[in-house]
């Protein structure tokens, strides 16, 4: 695989879609071999794989926020996915994060008139106002573990797009305002992984089949797309109950006039026509990270001993050693 050519920006948005998905579905090869591949395109893929990593601990996991630990080096925030990966999901500050987002662009809908709503409201406020919120959190007394998730959140608050910062800053407002869930390990990875669910919104090939399958059964594009994340995207190896995020996607089902009970009635004939075209450039992605693969071997097995003894030396605290890796 040429990744020089003039098809570059098509292979970085493929490759960081899978990235994620792996994330989710606990396939932490895949995630290893994706690092290494994102890291041989460029340095401007490195300073994106840092801040990415921060995004997608809060967004997937966010009690891991404690342990966004770097060094200079690439395998340290490998390892920080890898640990994301191999965890059950829990998404609360991503579901509150966003509900706070779209209220902080007007939209009132989040709103449902209960007790909770507060808390929406006073992220949405953080959104608005962040330099604000970041004062208050850094001013309350919290346990060790919090004071460590607010200080990497707040390490990381410029980075991603506005929603993405949203839900970084749930994550901090929800570590001061109580417990931390304890971390707890996923059910083990078994299924081989559906190279096609990586080619979704966020790629060129998935835009153009979704438009195509979405004018073809005549539904609405946004339907389309949010039931192609929310069935397939989404889907994690296992997961910890999160009221917020839940909550969160029962908005967004209202918002695009669909009920949430229908909407496997949408996705189920729309999936067989969306595999069907995207078969090819499927085959293709599993065939460039394949023979990418087998011409860097030696270079993806380093780089699962580096980040393998990073998370040994992590979880035993010789946090003095890392620099020496």
């Known amino acids: ?90 998404k609360d500050a991503t579901g509150l994060g966003f509900l706070a987002y779209a209220l902080s662009e007007g939209d009132r809908s989040v709103l449902t008139g209960s007790a909770e709503d507060r808390h929406i409201r006073i992220v949405s406020n953080a959104v608005r106002r962040p330099d604000e919120f970041w004062n208050w959190v850094d001013q309350i007394k919290t346990a060790a573990c919090a004071k460590i998730l607010v200080e990497n959140a707040h390490r990381f608050r410029q980075a991603g797009l506005a929603r993405d910062r949203a839900v970084i800053q749930a994550a901090a407002y929800l570590a001061v305002i109580g417990d931390i869930p304890p971390v707890e390990l996923a059910a083990q ?47 994690t190896n296992d997961s910890a109950m999160s009221i917020w995020w839940e909550r969160s996607c029962n908005w967004y089902f209202q918002k695009i006039g669909l009920p949430m009970e229908e909407a496997h009635l949408i996705w189920e004939p729309a999936r067989v026509q969306v595999i069907e075209a995207l078969s090819e450039d499927s085959r293709q992605l599993h065939r460039d990270l394949y023979t990418w693969k087998l011409t860097n071997r030696e270079g993806v097995e380093g780089l699962k001993k580096q980040v393998e003894l990073f998370i040994s030396h992590f979880d035993s605290g010789q946090m003095d050693q890392l620099e020496l890796f």
Not at 5 to 20: E, P, T, Y
Not at 35 to 44: C, P
Not at 206 to 213: A, M
Not at 214 to 221: K, Y
Request: hydrophobic share 40%; charged share 25%.
């Open 1 to 90: 695989m040429a990744i020089t050519d003039k098809h570059h920006w098509d292979i970085d948005a493929r490759f960081r879609s899978l990235l994620q998905k792996a994330v989710r579905r606990g396939d932490v090869d895949l995630v290893f071999t994706t690092s290494a591949i994102l890291e041989s395109l460029s340095s401007k893929e490195k300073n994106w794989f840092r801040n990415q990593t921060a995004i997608v601990t809060f967004e997937e996991c966010w009690p891991l926020g404690t342990d966004l630990v770097f060094n200079r080096k690439f395998h340290s925030k490998v390892a920080a996915l890898v640990k994301v990966t191999r965890s059950k999901k829990a």
């Open 189 to 235: 990875h078994t299924q081989a992984f559906p190279y096609w669910v990586a080619l979704d919104m966020h790629t060129p090939q998935g835009r153009r089949v979704l438009k195509d399958v979405a004018r073809d059964l005549h539904i609405p594009l946004k339907q389309l797309e949010w039931t192609l994340f929310y069935f397939e995207g989404a889907q």
